[in-house]
């Protein structure tokens, strides 16, 4: 059974950091680009940052200068190192990858979320 699992969300206040963690398990062959996601509330789900199998990443502008995302491909990791948090990066994070698995094929594939509150 193939499965992202992801760690590293809680309770911040503003300004400070939070690293997420997300890593893929299973009869995995393929890992290809990686992201990750927010969902806050009332709201649509959003793409906050993706990163290729080969390392280019885009963001969101509204995390960009803030928010680093890395993958070590070894691993099936992907993180998202969140700095200078705001109020409005508040959300139920997500995330997500384009994994090749046995007997499946190439699909997309969903982590469970994780909350991040940022209090003012």
């Known amino acids: 059974q193939v499965q992202l699992v992801e760690s590293g969300g809680g309770l911040v206040q503003a300004g400070g950091s939070l690293r997420l963690s997300c890593a893929a398990s299973?009869?995995?062959?393929?890992?290809?680009?990686m992201g990750w996601y927010r969902q806050a509330p009332g709201k649509q789900r959003e793409l906050v940052a993706a990163?290729?199998?080969?390392?280019?990443?885009n963001y969101a502008d509204s995390v960009k200068g803030r928010f680093t995302i890395s993958r070590d491909n070894a691993k099936g990791t992907v993180y998202l190192q969140m700095n200078s948090l705001k109020p409005e990066d508040t959300a139920v994070y997500y995330c997500?990858?384009?994994?090749?698995?046995?007997?499946?094929?190439?699909?997309?594939?969903w982590g469970q979320g994780t909350q991040v509150t940022v209090s003012s």
């Open positions: 997500n990858a384009v994994l090749g698995a046995a007997g499946w094929g190439v699909h997309d594939y």
């Open positions: 299973g009869s995995i062959f393929s890992i290809n680009a």
């Open positions: 990163i290729t199998s080969g390392g280019s990443t």
